[in-house]
């Protein structure tokens, strides 16, 4: 049973079978390990401030306003990133090297978000913490559009699901190492934001030294207009349904995820009292972090080997939303921990299927890197819509219950519309 509804495109010529054809040889374990090492360091990078690093230091700048001054850096970083991951996405789609399409991006990428990182370390005041966390998801953005693009370059589809799984435990590596280094550094955020720009930096070698990006000849790299390439950042929802739903699921999944988590210490601080909250969130995050790694390299290669995506989606959707519910019902240590754990075993299996599933529903192979990106933006634009939601909901609507609870809803939506998607099993 074939996975795919993308056509191998017809009569390519010679110079296009390297950068456009479809995929059809399985990737090498080593350069499926330098993808890997990449979404652990811009993860570390993006997670490590998100969940830890931002809070501490808006808490030092204003104690007594520290979620408003969190959710403002938090959003104008994430409306950021809704910009930046598409725009960087066509640019690599466009970019004509001998060092290939993508690994300018991630190189350049990297450089910029570890530098942001270290300016961001000394920052004293909110408009500079807003600044240098907007430069961050500048740079860690065109890396991760440029790895993703890399997927459906390089892996053939009956692939793809176990290597959507390798790819989220990274994430998820990612995320650990974040909150790892929120506990390690013991408040010290300086020494934090320094640590995630490490990471980042060497995170990117192995990949670029084992690339296999091959480069996209000049003479095939259509003529620039801006009209022309701002219009083709919008996919028509009539003409691509299948691209459609599996926005609108994912992003509405990702809202779900996002509002369990964005407040997560200042809920274990104010409600659940935790004596050490970093080291709270770095307990919780170990539990959601082996499970999802468990999951998702259990469950990507097993919805390759049944040849069927949506099955696993909706099920993963559905146990993200129930992790919502649980800590809405039980706000006290233990409901956080069970709660932590279904979150890890619904995002892991979902964090790999979705990835394939998505794959396969990109309308055509010159534009993956742009289109990848208007995906991302489901995953980047959550995080805008989620501050101001959970900022609402702590402060004007009944507080953490609500939002958890809210979480919960959205995620069952998620899971719901995903039956939408008509081209993919």
Not at 4 to 25: I, Y
Not at 93 to 100: A, C, L, P, Q, Y
Request: charged residues 10%; positive net charge.
């Amino acid at each position: 049973m074939s996975l795919s509804n993308t056509p191998v495109p017809p009569d390519l010529p010679r110079a296009t079978t390297a950068a456009l054809a479809e995929p059809m040889q399985k990737v090498t374990a080593r350069w499926v390990t330098g993808l890997v090492l990449v979404n652990v360091g811009i993860n570390a990078a993006f997670f490590g401030p998100i969940n830890i690093f931002i809070a501490q230091q808006a808490t030092g700048i204003d104690e007594a306003n520290k979620e408003a001054i969190a959710s403002l850096v938090l959003g104008c970083g994430a409306a950021v990133s809704l910009v930046a991951n598409p725009l960087f996405g066509a640019l690599s789609d466009r970019t004509v090297s001998g060092f290939g399409r993508r690994s300018p991006w991630v190189l350049a990428g990297a450089i910029l978000a570890a530098a942001a990182l270290l300016a961001l370390s000394g920052a004293t005041a909110v408009a500079l913490m807003v600044l240098f966390w907007c430069l961050v998801q500048l740079g860690a953005n065109a890396a991760y559009a440029a790895i993703t693009a890399a997927i459906p370059d390089r892996v053939p589809v009956l692939q793809r699901g176990g290597v959507g799984g390798l790819a989220a435990l990274g994430q998820t590596a990612g995320i650990l190492l974040g909150a790892v280094f929120g506990a390690v550094v013991s408040g010290n955020f300086m020494v934090g934001y320094t640590l995630c720009a490490a990471a980042l930096l060497f995170s990117v070698l192995p990949y670029l030294f084992h690339r296999n990006d091959p480069p996209l000849p000049r003479e095939l790299r259509p003529p620039f207009a801006w009209g022309h390439f701002l219009r083709g950042f919008w996919i028509s929802p009539v003409r691509h349904p299948d691209f459609a739903w599996a926005w609108l699921t994912r992003f509405l999944v990702n809202v779900c995820n996002q509002l369990t988590i964005v407040y997560l210490i200042f809920f274990l601080t104010d409600v659940i009292k935790h004596e050490n909250p970093a080291l709270g969130v770095l307990t919780l995050t170990g539990i959601y972090a082996v499970l999802v790694m468990i999951t998702a390299v259990v469950a990507g290669p097993w919805s390759d080997r049944v040849g069927k995506r949506k099955p696993f989606v909706i099920a993963s959707s559905a146990m993200i939303a129930m992790a919502g519910l649980t800590m809405a019902l039980f706000p006290v240590w233990t409901g956080a921990l069970i709660g932590a754990g279904i979150l890890g075993i619904g995002y892991g299996a979902y964090q790999a299927v979705d990835f394939a599933l998505l794959t396969q529903v990109l309308p055509q192979a010159a534009d993956r890197g742009k289109d990848m990106g208007v995906i991302n933006v489901a995953a980047s634009l959550p995080q805008v819509f989620a501050t101001g939601l959970a900022f609402l909901a702590v402060t004007k609507f009944g507080g953490y219950g609500t939002l958890f609870t809210t979480a919960a809803v959205i995620g069952l939506l998620g899971a719901v519309f995903v039956v939408k998607i008509k081209g993919v099993n």
